[in-house]
């Protein structure tokens, strides 16, 4: 017996986002800047995001969860 793989004929297509945020906006210090990074507001958000990148790259959260909660950010129109 013959094993065929079976192809779809379905189109497939990639989706990927896009941004230009690059990073948390963040000072040395770990505060957050008014406007950085692509990012306006949110600072204790962001502030709390740089913990949590800080413990990942020291390898403090290997093998753990983190669960974010809250809205999503707010998206203004240009045209207001």
Do not use: C, Y
Not at 10 to 18: E, L, M
Not at 45 to 63: F, L, N, P, T
């Amino acid at each position: 017996m013959k094993i065929e793989e079976v192809k779809s004929t379905v189109k497939t297509q990639r989706i990927s986002s896009h941004s230009h945020v690059k990073g948390l906006g963040l000072k040395e210090n770990g505060e957050a800047n008014e406007m950085a990074a692509g990012l306006v507001g949110q600072q204790a958000a962001r502030e709390a995001a740089g913990i949590v990148v800080d413990m990942i790259k020291s390898k403090k959260m290997a093998g753990r969860a983190i669960l974010m909660a809250g809205h999503p950010p707010f998206l203004l129109s240009k045209t207001l």
